[in-house]
């Protein structure tokens, strides 16, 4: 039984899918005017891995994101740089795509487009104007209508007043109440579209609604995920916009990623703090970083500094050192591993997974097998069917979090110098020992 905490009802529930065996997500994806940063991938890795879950226990998944590739930041950028839109928008899709594939992730089902979604983005607009839910205003904005929809605030756990006490401050004249916002905005600047409401372009807020009905055939979906910064407006204003289409929910589970946060600061240019995914990748390796993002769970701020990094890094070397061993001496020995599997490790790492992705408790089995690998590594006599099962198993797991070393090549050569290293070293002969030694170690098997 897969449990997940739904952000919607702040409970953890049992995961019931909409359809037996299958899994229909949605996660949030980029504005694509600049490089992914490194909160950025925290999403990334963690819908990725929760895709990886529910793969393992046999469902099949459909897994969209998509790319908002019309937004003022990308035209400002096209404007700054002097190209086209598409010009600043291709770029960072390209740059997204490659940090999601150097990230391990498992390609996603679609990556739709605002720009390839105009024309039913449109009509789903027409569609709330006419159902009275949406209005041009004098300025020839088309504005959603939040005081139409009696559960908006639900999602957020807000009552409208509140909200509208906060929002008096930015009041627009145009706007029946100060918290509708944009479906489509007026525009003689940047890329548009001749719409109903005269030429102009979507607000962000629609795509997601109308990207989920095309993708999935579905006005619901099981799980809609994303960052928590997200839940409001964007994810209140999505439920709306469903609620008042079709009278249903967006999703039947909501899920929402802390933030990866820097030593308590906002990262920002002018602070010189930036940091890449791109780069932070190139530095430390997508091992690295996963296990660094999962490190805590997905529900609880997780800080990024150099001593959360190089903690990362020394429990992954603890991990992967005794599995390289094995891999090793099974090769140079002519032994396979065959393809056992401890079944009380791994039902332990499923368990603590399935509980809203308690990675934490799964790492602590991870961390079990590895001291049981290591006790079984120390022994004269290897018994390479037990080495094995442990091998198996620490991968499967850690391939659930999408962590996989480079395999081990083993050629005739080091075979040979490694039974002579051996030789040498039973008969005390430490000179000629360390030849070999010097030998395996310069191809990274010892
Ligand atoms: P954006 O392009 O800002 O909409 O971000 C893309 C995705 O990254 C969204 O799901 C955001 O919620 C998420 N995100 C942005 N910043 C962070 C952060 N510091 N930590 C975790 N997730 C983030
Ligand atoms: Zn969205």
């Known amino acids: 039984m897969i449990k997940l905490y739904n952000s919607a009802s702040n409970q953890i529930e049992e995961f019931k899918p909409l359809e037996e065996g299958k899994v229909s997500m949605y996660v949030c994806g980029p504005t694509v005017y600049n490089h992914a940063h490194i909160g950025n991938a925290r999403p990334i890795i963690v819908f990725d891995t929760l895709r990886r879950l529910f793969e393992a226990q046999g469902y099949q998944v459909k897994y ?4 908002t590739d019309v937004d003022d930041k990308i035209i400002n950028a096209a404007i700054n740089e002097g190209v086209d839109e598409t010009v600043i928008a291709n770029r960072y899709i390209d740059a997204y795509n490659e940090v999601r594939d150097k990230l391990h992730t498992v390609k996603l089902s679609a990556t739709p487009r605002v720009t390839e979604t105009m024309d039913e983005i449109i009509a789903f607009i027409q569609l709330l104007v006419d159902k009275g839910y949406a209005y041009q205003a004098k300025n020839g904005d088309v504005y959603f209508s939040v005081g139409s929809v009696k559960e908006y605030g639900d999602l957020s756990k807000q009552k409208l007043d509140d909200l509208m006490v906060g929002a008096r401050i930015e009041e627009n004249q145009d706007k029946k109440n100060p918290l509708d916002f944009a479906l489509w905005k007026k525009t003689t600047k940047g890329i548009q579209w001749d719409s109903p409401w005269g030429k102009g372009r979507p607000g ?74 791109k780069d932070v990748i190139e530095r430390l390796g997508a091992n690295v970083v996963r296990w660094f993002m999962l490190s805590i769970s997905y529900r609880s701020i997780l800080n990024f500094n150099e001593e959360t990094l190089a903690a990362a890094q020394k429990e992954l070397i603890k991990i992967e050192t005794p599995l390289k061993q094995a891999h090793v001496k099974a090769a140079m020995q002519n032994q396979e591993l065959g393809n056992e599997i401890n079944s009380d490790l791994w039902n332990r790492f499923i368990n603590a997974m399935n509980d809203d992705l308690n990675t934490p408790n799964a790492y602590t089995v991870i961390f079990d097998g590895v001291k049981m690998l290591n006790q079984q590594l120390r022994v004269r006599e290897i018994n390479f069917r037990e080495v094995g099962t442990l091998v198996n198993t620490l991968e499967k797991m850690l391939g659930i979090l999408g962590i996989f070393f480079d395999s081990i090549e083993v050629n005739e050569q080091d075979r040979e110098n490694y039974e002579k290293w051996n030789e040498a070293k039973a008969v005390k002969d430490f000179e000629t020992a360390d030849i070999y030694r010097q030998a395996l170690m310069e191809r990274g098997l010892i």
């Open 204 to 277: 962000w807020h629609t795509e997601c609604v109308v990207m989920i009905d095309k993708e999935f055939n579905s006005q619901t979906i099981d799980i809609h995920g994303g960052g928590k910064d997200l839940k409001f407006p964007h994810h209140e204003n999505e439920e709306a916009q469903n609620i008042a289409a079709s009278g249903k929910p967006l999703a039947k589970t909501w899920m929402h990623n802390e933030m990866l946060s820097f030593d308590g600061a906002k990262m920002s240019k002018s602070l010189g703090n930036v940091q890449w995914a």
């Open 64 to 67: 969209v994101s998509n790319f």
